[in-house]
């Protein structure tokens, strides 16, 4: 009986991008290896790459150097269609723009990536996926007319009718108060509990601090790569850290 490799969810090396179209840096030999069914906050300070990088990560922008796996595959050697597949069935998506359409409603809106690929969602199972983020009272309101974190919270619930094994989040609370807050990042949480792989982009130290792996950056570099840690610890390992020093502590 051949015995299963198990590989890494995520597995980038040395990815470096640069701003289109000159000769401006914005990611500079970024490896990591993220473990299966995990919570991973990339933190730093505006402007350090933490964005950029998960655009990388998440097979949504082709970096200049360097190659990045996912489940073992290197998609950036995919063509773009086949690309786009792997994408849609195995990775889960939450922007801080959220990308909802503003004229649908918010159920329409939970929906319309499965029905683009095909499938159906039972409608018990939406119903129970939009009462996990109290908003089974907005299914029918349209988008425009939600707010900020009622459309975040949309945008999350929409990613996780996916099942997808991988979960990219930038800034998933930014635009919540304390209690949808929470509410969010248990939800992330109890992912993991289920298998998934959650990275998320975050400012917030409290949030980060609720990650089993937290990766810094500086200056398009990652600077270091710990364990959990405290919101005071990461505040103070981001003050400290040097841009060419990368560690596991």
Request: with cysteine; glycine share 8%.
């Amino acid at each position: 009986m051949t015995e299963q490799v198990m590989v890494d969810p995520i597995s980038a090396e040395g990815v470096s991008q640069r701003i289109a179209g000159s000769d401006t840096w914005i990611l500079r030999g970024c490896s990591v290896q993220l473990p299966r069914a995990g919570l991973t906050a990339i933190v730093g300070p505006s402007g350090a790459g933490k964005t950029s990088l998960m655009y990388c990560l998440s097979g949504l922008d082709r970096p200049a150097e360097g190659r990045v796996l996912l489940d073992g595959t290197d998609i950036y050697r995919l063509g773009r269609e086949r690309r786009a597949k792997f994408l849609r069935d195995r990775v889960g998506f939450v922007f801080q723009q959220y990308n909802l359409i503003p004229y649908l409603t918010l159920e329409e809106n939970v929906l319309l990536p499965e029905q683009l690929a095909g499938r159906r969602v039972p409608r018990d199972e939406s119903t129970q996926m939009l009462a996990r983020f109290g908003l089974e009272e907005k299914r029918t309101t349209v988008a425009s007319a939600l707010s900020g974190g009622e459309q975040q919270r949309a945008a999350l619930c929409r990613a996780m009718l996916l099942r997808p094994s991988i979960v990219f989040a930038d800034e998933p609370t930014g635009a919540l108060d304390s209690a949808n807050s929470q509410l969010v990042l248990r939800v992330l949480r109890d992912l993991t509990m289920q298998g998934t792989t959650v990275v998320m982009v975050t400012h917030d130290v409290d949030a980060a601090a609720l990650a089993d792996r937290v990766v810094f950056m500086r200056d398009g570099a990652i600077t270091g790569v710990t364990g959990p840690l405290d919101a005071d610890s990461i505040l103070a390992r981001m003050r400290q850290l040097p841009a060419d020093s990368t560690r596991e502590g």
